[in-house]
């Protein structure tokens, strides 16, 4: 398999190489924008993600890809699925707000939990600190499609499937290039 998609490489002039080079990069240059654009449409640094763990069962389930909106002047509400960072932690978590805690200054700090979790989520927050912000907040979950998100984490727990799917991309692209 990989030989042949060497044998059609070799085959091409260069400019058909080049052709096939800039394509690539309008494809990944197209998605980058769309990207950005969504992220201006939803106010969101990340407006879509995957569920990567069994916590907010039977809400969601690992692998469901949510639709996220994070619009500033809309109020953080107790039952509300939020998907927030903390300090020190790469990987936004996806919880719902358990209850919220109004200062006398009127910011509003809340608590959060996993549906399918017996305790909040203080244990998982930074060293420290007992309740979350509107800061910590990467968006609001407002849709999901059921299983989608699986794709991408078989590709981080199990690399040849990554490199597979890679190669069979590449192939398509070879085979459909006129």
Not at 106 to 118: E, I, P, Q, Y
């Amino acid at each position: 398999m990989f030989q042949n998609l060497f044998d059609d490489v070799k085959r091409m002039n260069k400019r058909q190489f080049l052709y096939q080079v800039l394509s690539f990069g309008m494809i990944v240059s197209s998605a980058l924008m769309i990207w950005k654009g969504l992220m201006v449409a939803t106010g969101s640094e990340s407006p879509i993600v995957v569920v990567l763990s069994g916590s907010m069962e039977p809400a969601f389930h690992r692998g469901d890809l949510l639709f996220l909106t994070n619009y500033k002047e809309e109020p953080v509400r107790v039952g509300e699925i939020v998907v927030f960072k903390v300090e020190g932690r790469d990987i936004p978590i996806v919880h719902r707000v358990l209850k919220l805690h109004e200062n006398v200054n009127g910011t509003v700090k809340f608590l959060t939990k996993g549906d399918n979790n017996s305790v909040d989520d203080r244990g998982l927050y930074a060293p420290g600190q007992l309740w979350l912000t509107k800061k910590d907040v990467v968006g609001r979950a407002r849709g999901f499609l059921p299983y989608v998100g699986m794709v991408t984490i078989y590709m981080n727990e199990y690399p040849k499937f990554k490199y597979a799917v890679l190669a069979c991309l590449g192939l398509y692209v070879l085979v459909h290039r006129e």
